[in-house]
């Protein structure tokens, strides 16, 4: 994991220095992001685990957050367009007309926040893992205890439950499941 000290303390931002959103070429982030760091420019692009479905099997793989999408940190005297728009793996910077939007630094700073110690955004499918106790709420007035199997497509998750001493499996929503 990259650490940038300023994006952790919002107070340490100099006033010349801002994120700006760089649009990429189609699954190309990696790519222009490394091109990047070798020009010597501060990059952060954020990435979430996803599943990676292929011949009847699944993976989990690193995706970026905003796919097409890095931020570049550029001071004032770093803002050479044609430069940062002509690197390999890069599309356009983000712009409307002449005007380069600079991304607030709160939006860094909260992001960064939320990565795990991986250096990945932590969404709310990954605080579980294979084994964990669950608490189903499927209604109101109906709770069950369960064990988490494995993600089951985006929004749903494969469980275990506990029924007539059996173990069952019942696929049921992300929103459902909270840790016991």
């Known amino acids: 994991m990259t650490f940038y000290p300023e994006t952790k303390n919002e107070e340490s931002y100099s006033t010349n220095h801002q994120w700006f959103a760089i649009q990429t070429h189609a699954q190309k982030e990696i790519i222009a992001k490394v091109n990047f760091e070798n020009q010597g420019y501060k990059v952060y692009l954020p990435q979430v685990h996803a599943i990676r479905r292929h011949a009847r099997r699944s993976e989990r793989v690193k995706r970026a957050f905003f796919p097409g999408y890095l931020f570049l940190r550029l001071g004032s005297h770093d ?87 059996e173990q069952a499996k019942a696929v049921v929503p992300l929103s459902a499941l909270s840790l016991c």
């Open 79 to 165: 803002r050479h367009w044609q430069t940062i728009a002509g690197t390999r793996g890069v599309l356009r910077p983000v712009r409307f007309g002449d005007y380069y939007p600079p991304l607030p630094d709160w939006v860094v700073v909260e992001l960064r926040s939320r990565e795990g110690e991986s250096g990945l955004i932590m969404l709310d499918d990954d605080k579980f893992k294979e084994g964990d106790k669950v608490k189903i709420s499927l209604h109101s007035d109906v709770e069950h205890s369960g064990i988490f199997k494995k993600l089951h497509g985006n929004e749903r998750a494969l469980i275990l439950l506990d029924i007539l001493q």
